[in-house]
Nanobody, 116 residues
Framework: VQLQAFGGGLVQAGKSLRLSCAASGSTSSINLMAWYRQAPGKQRELVAL???????NYAGSVKGRFTISRDNAKNIVYLQMNSLEPEDTAIYSC???????????WGQGTLVTVSS
C-alpha cells in the first residue's frame, strides 16, 4: 500500500483547509487510516483516525474543528480543518494500519502553515 498526501499550504487563522490522502495497492487490507502532525520542536502527535467500520477518534486539541472522513470508492481519506489556529502549523502525515491495528505505513508529509 502506498499513501500520498495532498492539500497543505499557507492559510490565515480562522480559515479552512482540506487535506487528502490517497491510498493505492492492496487497500482492502487497511484497518485504519490516520493523520499525524509534527510541529517544529515538538513530538509527532495523532490528530485523527478513522477505522474500517467508520468510527473515528480525535485529539482533544482539534475536536470540533477537524473532521476525518473517507471515500471508499476512491480510497481517499480527508481531513477537513476548520477554524485553523497558528498552533495547528505543522507537517501533516497520513498513515495506515495494514493487516493489523497498529500504524505500519506512512505517506509523505504535507506542510500546513497558519498565519495569525
Amino acid at each position: 500500500v502506498q499513501l500520498q498526501a495532498f492539500g497543505g499550504g499557507l492559510v490565515q487563522a480562522g480559515k479552512s483547509l482540506r487535506l487528502s490522502c490517497a491510498a493505492s495497492g492492496s487497500t482492502s487490507s487497511i484497518n485504519l487510516m490516520a493523520w499525524y502532525r509534527q510541529a517544529p520542536g515538538k513530538q509527532r502527535e495523532l490528530v485523527a483516525l478513522i477505522r474500517s467500520d467508520g468510527s473515528t477518534n480525535y485529539a482533544g486539541s482539534v475536536k470540533g474543528r477537524f473532521t476525518i472522513s473517507r471515500d471508499n470508492a476512491k480510497n481517499i481519506v480527508y481531513l477537513q480543518m476548520n477554524s485553523l489556529e497558528p498552533e495547528d502549523t505543522a507537517i501533516y502525515s497520513c498513515a495506515a494500519a495494514i493487516a493489523t491495528w497498529q500504524v505500519n505505513r506512512w505517506g509523505q508529509g504535507t506542510l500546513v502553515t497558519v498565519s495569525s
